[in-house]
């Protein structure tokens, strides 16, 4: 790798679709003015020995804890609170995830491509867009980050943090382990399917605003999933902030149902990779010339 220049677009970005802006994409095959690229390689080697893919895995790990940090805090600031309307409420807590996500995908999209989550990670390697070196590496930067963010939150106020669930995600009382698994699988196919049609190089090719709004509508599918789910299982649809917030918190029963926060969004990522590659992309999950 010494004597070349380091390839910086990492991530969904590194095996992106950007073409030149035209009309022709909505044409016929052949009058495509953009052209469908290579799936990553499975195995990359190469990027062992480029400190890109580190940087890529620290802005992973930064951008992680910051999330932890703000949004663990916003939601233990709610709970230490008599009165609800005396605190921003579970519309504030909405607001603060998917803000964060706005903001962070906006940092880091041109470094990481922005993932700061294992089910969307899973979904761009799913969908051939990273390798699998890439993604593993990823989700262990992300899973560490989101572990000392929420530890940064237990050691302002431990006895806050331990008194409130640690923002642990579990299925609240009255709804059965099944709803919470489904509550996962819809929340992060709508994440997952936002970030696919939001990064679309189809859609890039006829509008050239698309990738500048893109973490617009991601960190608004986030905003609008907390609104809905919240209630019944806390929100996790990011594997890494379930296990960042059960670890540091680790009272039995954050850990009884934490199996339901990775098959619930891995489950959702699948879908929403499966559904826009071979449904509104039309690309089958193989090799394309």
């Known amino acids: 790798m010494e ?45 062992l020995k480029s400190w890109s893919f580190y940087r890529a895995g620290i802005a992973e790990f930064v951008a992680t804890f910051l999330f932890l940090y703000i949004t663990i805090l916003t939601v233990m600031g709610v709970s230490k609170s008599t009165s609800k309307c005396a605190t921003v409420g579970i519309q504030g807590i909405a607001w603060s995830f998917g803000g964060m996500i706005f903001a962070l995908v906006y940092c ?45 939150v237990k050691g302002f106020q431990q006895g806050l943090y331990m008194g409130n669930g640690g923002g642990a995600n579990v299925v609240a009382p009255g709804y059965t382990k099944g709803d919470g698994l489904g509550a996962e699988i819809v929340g992060t196919f709508i994440l997952v399917y936002t970030v696919f049609s939001a990064t679309d190089a189809k859609r890039n090719a006829r509008d050239s605003h698309v990738p500048i709004l893109a973490p617009l ?73």
């Open 108 to 152: 880091t999209a041109g470094i990481s491509g922005g993932h700061i989550n294992p089910a969307v990670t899973f979904g761009l390697f799913l969908a051939r867009k990273l390798s699998l070196t890439r993604a593993l590496f990823y989700i262990i930067m992300q899973c560490l980050g989101a572990i000392c963010g929420a530890g940064v």
């Open 217 to 289: 509508p991601i960190g608004f599918a986030v905003f609008l999933v907390h609104l809905a789910t919240i209630p019944i299982t806390g929100t996790g649809i990011n594997p890494a902030r379930s296990l960042g917030a059960a670890i540091i918190y680790n009272r039995d029963h954050a850990w009884n149902d934490h199996w339901i926060f990775w098959v619930g969004p891995f489950i959702g990522a699948a879908l929403a990779a499966i559904y826009h590659q071979v449904i509104i992309r039309a690309i089958p999950f193989k090799s394309r010339s």
């Open 3 to 47: 004597g070349k220049e380091e390839d910086v677009r990492l991530g969904a970005n590194k095996f992106s679709e950007r073409q030149p802006i035209g009309t022709a994409a909505q044409g016929a095959a052949d009058d495509k003015d953009y052209k469908e690229p290579p799936p990553a390689p499975l195995f990359e080697p190469g990027e």
